[in-house]
């Protein structure tokens, strides 16, 4: 899926700190889907507070409002269901997670907005009236199943900001396939091996990571 409204630089998911460590990976298309496991975990965005939770996805983050109203079916928003994208606000330190259709009841009972939200009416997410401030603040979005497949190639391309740990974790559990595919990785323009990135110490860090595919015909 190709995204066409461009986004805000100081709160799309590619906007990296000075200080974070800044990865580019350059891997076979066939090892991208892999990759995707670190949007599951979460990626970090830079958000203004009392933002909508339709205009981070559409505006900040470029996504298609179609997109949102048709594809992404199922919203958590600090673990609670979401039924109005439009009610519900990013604030500091909300997790805000997507997904496509879920199968069986459950999914139909989460589905956002659908004939069955009623049932699930004490664990759906609630605005509280509270006076809501402009303020900088930062949260975590994550995207799984489908929306991560269609969603997923394009945040990886354009970078996202993830938890060192998390990285260390994914490199530290792929090591041996990454090898095998061969992947190259440069930090600060220079040539990195996946040895050397487990040996740092990634411990209260973030990185800046892209993945892009060096397949000629990808």
Excluded at 108 to 130: M, W
Excluded at 143 to 169: Q, S, T, W
Excluded at 188 to 210: M, R, V
Aim: a neutral charge.
């Amino acid at each position: 899926m190709t995204t066409s409204a461009k986004p805000e630089s100081n709160t799309r998911a590619g906007t990296p700190d000075l200080h974070l460590q800044r990865l580019s990976f350059s891997v076979d298309a066939d090892m991208i889907p892999r990759f995707l496991k670190l949007l599951e975990r979460g990626c970090k965005l830079k958000i203004k507070t009392g933002t909508p939770i339709r205009q981070l996805l559409c505006q900040n983050l470029g996504i298609p409002e179609d997109y949102v109203d048709s594809r992404i079916q199922t919203i958590f928003l600090n673990g609670k269901p979401v039924d109005d994208v439009d009610a519900a606000m990013a604030e500091n330190g909300s997790t805000l997670a997507l997904s496509a259709a879920m199968p069986g009841l459950v999914g139909i009972t989460l589905r956002k907005g659908g004939f069955y939200a009623s049932l699930r009416s004490n664990i759906t997410y609630t605005q509280q009236q509270t006076q809501h401030t402009a303020d900088a603040g930062n949260m975590v979005l994550k995207l799984f199943n489908l929306v991560a497949k269609e969603l997923g190639p394009e945040f990886l391309a354009r970078g996202i900001r993830v938890d060192g740990a998390a990285l260390h974790d994914f490199i530290h559990r792929n090591i041996d396939d990454l090898k095998a595919a061969g992947v190259s990785i440069q930090m600060s323009n220079k040539k990195l091996d996946l040895t050397a990135l487990l040996d740092l110490n990634w411990k209260n860090k973030e990185a800046f990571i892209q993945v892009a595919s060096d397949s000629k015909d990808a």
